[in-house]
């Protein structure tokens, strides 16, 4: 007889992704309360600029606690480096080339190996870009994604 525990494949978590730029609070924190989030994972190098607005460190994380119960960890290792940050933001290098070097950098890291899929399940990760397409963000999703097999990413 087949033991069905071993026959079942690995229950599927949901990973989210944001970023705050273009959108009030309101629909920001509309959106994680709506999808569930349970833990905010800021993955920006820099969470403490005057040009974050309601996403700097301190305000985001008591934002989260009280208006929605989600908790909040900065995860910095899965930022970039500020030298393939800023020669990006500098257009230094196209898209391509910071994908190339950031994909590099989180192979280097092995997130995976550190983080636990049920601590990433319901979890969102945060950047400032507003859409995930040329977000380092999406890079780190898709990471995990490969690295564990059973990560669903949804883009807020």
Known sequence: MTDAVNDTPPTPIKLFTIGFTGQSAE????KLQRAGVKTLFDVRLTNVSQL???AKRRDIEYFLRTIAGIGYVHEK???PTKD??????????????????FTRLVLDRQPDQRLRPDELDGGCLLCSEH???HCHRRLVAEYLQR?????EVIHL
Do not use: S
Not at 85 to 101: C, S
Not at 147 to 151: C, E, I, S
């Open 27 to 30: 629909e920001f924190f509309g």
């Open 52 to 54: 974050a607005g309601f």
């Open 77 to 79: 290792d899965l930022a």
């Open 84 to 101: 393939i940050l800023d020669d990006y933001k500098k257009k230094r290098v196209e898209w391509a080339e910071y994908e190339e070097r």
């Open 131 to 133: 859409e995930p397409e």
């Open 147 to 151: 690295a564990w097999g059973n990560v």
